[in-house]
């Protein structure tokens, strides 16, 4: 049994949910208002006979023991697996080597030193004579002392070992602050303070624990803003600032808005715009949505004028060739929106503008730019064409040689006939034209990437157990046979109930290899992609690749098949509880909802059928 099978069989879901909502009994399940999002009547139903629940509301979603926890706490899978072991009583010691158990100490002690750091880099902004330049400077920046508290913002003074000196007297010793990115080593192997006269903002993560620092310089230094270096347990790139106030408020509002530096951030909280997190001057990277998408699938992105007009220019020739959820360009966004079915907006700050400076001249501008921000295909759509003279046919062929690579990353059919009729429109030429141009484009990208390469891989042979062996034997498939990724566009998360299964899968489509999937997994989930490796596939679908194609494509089918049945059953026992003592709107959104998955259903079956059909015929 894995440690995953383990946890399960140990909690009840209904007992980790109640410690988050307040649950009451619906004849054999449980209901409660979401606590995913703002309601009167609840939504949110909990199963405990399938060990489930699922949101019929707005977020129209659900799962197991695992994303629950995931949902809630804004955390990743190999984050849900601890929290949830710990209220189990199991062990995850075992699934690390001593060298990863000692890295975990290693990380702990940094976390330690930093929080010390910045206690003491607090207590000297509020009461050190020294500190008097940095008060003066928050206060002409307009933060209150609650915000300065909430932010546990600091003050790192002129000496050059005066950390050094109080961390070492606290017991710490110099190569842990070396470790921690405190110090400075010089060439002859003496070290000083990194951060000297300099405002101090701590980093911390979504569970409130300080990776490392942010300095503003209060004189005429440079860098005017220095950070933490990469260390064990911090990574730029890996952090949000803020994300630990704001996790709550981007969960409630189903909304996050993405700002550039931290006094953005700070300024906006204190205005009570509190789902407001900041990149730190950085492009977002696939690990910092990783974090988001936990909490929301709606972004804006907060850019200056210059800023985003350059990027919708100077990108739009640019293909993402990664899987999501890399966004180095527009590019990687459309691949994220239509991925993870998010929406990202462009708000455009005035010129010469920060978000700071908006929110204090006139918070309710800030509110309207919230609110009329652009849609980011209509916003790149806008920019590039207000950039093309419309009289010139060349200037048109240019604009849409860029934008077709856009336009081809929209998996959605709706979506992408949508825009190829919006952008026909801006450009004043035949929409049947640019249809065609796509489907061009379309046919040269899906012959450059069969043309590429596949590595091969010798799979392990650890034992594997069991929680739901269709959707194991559909991961075994794709991770025996590179070749199936080309097959595997009508399958998504949500085919897989299991979280441990979902998160495989999402991992697997985010990897260009097996290395580079098994480098992503945490200990927990590299056991169990080891497991699935060994699993013993039919000799017919080794030896013959149609096979394997129909196979998979099969094991598709009936795990959309499983997912649509399994829904309706939810909905159907809810109604039956609803005409027992539901209102009359209640009953008419349940029968709406059962009767859409009925149809689904039913276009499943009709396609299974077919297929069981021709293989009879063929057989003959």
Known sequence: MSVIDDVKQRLDIVQVVSEYA??????????????????????????????????FGACGTGGDIFSFIMKKEGVDFAQALHILANKAGVSLVALTTPEKQTQNKERERLFE???????????????????????????????????INNFQLGFSPE?????????????????ELLAAGLLVERDDKNSYDRFRNRL?????????????????????????????PQTLVFDKSSNLYGIDRAKTAIRQKDQAVIVEGYMDVITAHQHG???????????????????????????????????????????????????????????????????????????????????????????????????????????????????????SARDKSLAAEKLLPLLFEMKDPLRQAHYVER?????????????????????????RKANKSLPAFTPVAPSLTSSNPLEQYCLALLLQYPELKAESTGLSPD??????????????????????????LDSALQEYLESLLAKA?????????????????????????????????????LFIEAQMGGTAAHLAKLEEQGIEVSKQLKEVFTKLDHRRRLARRDGQ
């Open 22 to 55: 307040k649950l009451q009994k619906s004849g054999r399940n449980y209901k409660a208002l979401c606590p995913f999002h703002s309601e009167k009547n609840p939504s949110f139903f909990v199963f405990p006979e399938r060990q489930s629940w699922h949101c």
């Open 113 to 147: 030193i930093n929080e010390a750091a910045a206690e003491y880099y607090h207590h000297l902004l509020l009461n050190s004579s020294v500190g008097e330049t940095a008060r003066n400077y928050v206060a002409r920046r307009g933060l209150s002392p609650e915000t």
């Open 159 to 175: 000496g050059w070992d005066t950390l050094k000196q109080y961390l070492k007297g606290k017991g710490y010793g110099e190569a």
């Open 200 to 228: 101090i903002f701590p980093i911390r993560n979504i569970q409130g624990k300080a990776p490392g620092f942010g300095g503003r310089a209060l004189d005429d230094s440079l860098p005017k803003y220095l950070n933490s």
């Open 273 to 391: 715009y509190d789902n407001v997190v900041a990149s730190m001057g950085t492009s977002m990277t696939d690990k910092q949505l990783a974090i988001l998408k936990n909490l929301t699938r709606n972004l804006i992105l907060a850019l200056d004028a210059d800023t985003a007009g350059e990027e919708a220019i100077s990108r739009s020739g640019e293909i993402v060739d990664k899987m999501l959820p890399v966004p180095p360009s527009f590019y990687g966004w459309v691949k994220y929106e239509d991925a993870h079915n998010a929406e990202v907006k462009i708000l455009v700050l005035p010129r010469d503008k920060d978000p700071d400076d908006v929110i204090k001249e006139d918070d309710s501008q800030w509110q309207k730019l919230i609110i009329d921000a652009k849609p980011m295909i209509d916003f790149i759509l806008e920019t590039v064409i207000a950039k093309v003279d419309i009289a």
């Open 423 to 447: 952008l026909a429109r801006l450009l004043k030429i035949d929409e049947h034209v640019l249809g065609d141009a796509l489907r061009r484009f379309r046919a040269v990208e899906r012959k």
């Open 495 to 520: 085919h897989f109930e299991h979280t441990e299964n979902r998160e495989l899968f999402v991992k697997w489509q985010q990897s260009d290899d097996l290395a580079s999937l098994k480098n992503s």
């Open 537 to 573: 596939l039919l000799t017919v679908i080794k030896e013959n690749e149609t096979t394997r194609r129909e196979t998979f494509n099969d094991c598709v089918n009936l795990l959309q098949k499983n997912m649509l049945k399994n829904l309706e059953v939810k909905k159907q026992e």
